[in-house]
């Protein structure tokens, strides 16, 4: 709040002097872009890799979390997907020559049961119509040969499935169980590799708002960086000038303690004004608009400059 009033008391004493439009400078800070590191986990913290201040490269670690629960729930998923990969296996090649010899085997012994319980019956049937055996045997031999009966047909079906393979459903069944657990185990690695905090950029870690042995809820931040390139001047324009200042136009951004400008170039102007007193604008009301702006430093030896300190910035380019 306290660099807005600053630029706004500037604006506005410079709007009502007679500075040239043109010359009127636009005031701000130094900043560069923050990127916030959240935790995927609350697994607490194991080791802090980088400390505050310090500069760091794309793809270095860090900041590392614990990896014990995701990693034994990786190693049950890895143990699930190879029985799917097994019985995927299993499915796509069919039944083996050794499974199709059991099966003629038990057909084989089926028909010769069903045979021997015919023969029985039928031999007790004649005894009986000769008056030399019990009638109820009779019962008891039907229903042994019936049930060898079924048991041929059962025996014949499941030689016939052999010879006709895995059914197409019982393979795509399998397949998708396969993906699936494919599925899990990348799921558990990538929640294991991202215990591990690694810098998506280059540049300087601004703060560790945790400490090791800590336990950060999940989605909150762990670190943030500033990134190394770019370095911009966040400011606001006079409405006097902001007609005249696009994307592209060239800026000169003067930092105390440097006694020549630095060169710059104008990255992004808002198009809503701020600081906006009124509905209805006169002449001398408008001049009270500044825009928000961004501009990039493009000159050499500026990336060593400190974040939030003030600066003054003039458009060369719009001078008369």
Not at 93 to 101: D, F, K
Not at 155 to 178: P, V
Not at 234 to 259: K, N
Request: proline share 5%.
């Amino acid at each position: 709040m306290g660099i807005k009033c600053i630029c706004l008391c500037g604006l506005m004493a410079l709007a009502g002097c007679d500075t040239p439009t043109t010359d009127i400078p636009a005031f701000g800070t130094l900043e560069r872009d923050r990127i916030d590191l959240s935790a995927d986990s609350n697994e607490p913290i194991r080791v802090i890799l980088v400390r505050e201040g310090q500069r760091v490269a794309v793809g270095e670690s860090l900041l590392i979390q614990s990896s014990e629960r995701a990693e034994v729930a990786l190693a049950r998923a890895r143990a699930e997907e190879a029985v799917a990969r097994s019985s995927l296996a299993e499915a796509e090649s069919g039944p083996r020559a050794q499974e199709i010899v059991q099966g003629r085997a038990r057909l084989e012994a089926a028909r010769s049961a069903r045979q021997t319980a015919k023969y029985e019956l039928d031999r007790q049937v004649a005894l009986v119509e000769r008056k030399y055996a019990s009638a109820s045997l009779v019962d008891t031999l039907r229903g042994r040969y019936e049930e060898a009966q079924a048991r041929e047909a059962e025996a014949e079906a499941a030689l016939d499935e052999l010879l006709a393979g895995t059914r197409s459903e019982a393979i795509d069944q399998a397949r998708n169980h396969h993906a699936a657990t494919s599925a899990m185990v990348r799921d558990l690695e990538l929640t294991v590799s991202r215990t591990i905090i690694r810098s998506p950029i280059a540049g300087i870690v601004e703060t560790l708002p945790y400490e090791v042995g800590e336990r950060p809820p999940a989605g909150a931040t762990v670190i943030r960086v500033l990134a190394a390139i770019p370095l911009y001047a966040s400011v606001h324009i006079a409405e006097p000038v902001r007609t005249r200042v696009i994307s592209g136009t060239r800026a000169l951004i003067r930092v105390d303690g440097y006694p020549d400008p630095f060169a710059g170039t104008v990255r992004w102007v808002s198009a809503e004004a701020s600081f906006t007193p009124y509905f209805a604008l006169n002449r001398h009301d408008r001049t009270l608009l500044s825009y928000a702006a961004e501009i990039d430093l493009t000159a050499e030896g500026t990336q060593a400059l400190p974040v939030g300190v003030p600066v003054q910035v003039t458009f060369p380019d719009l001078s008369p």
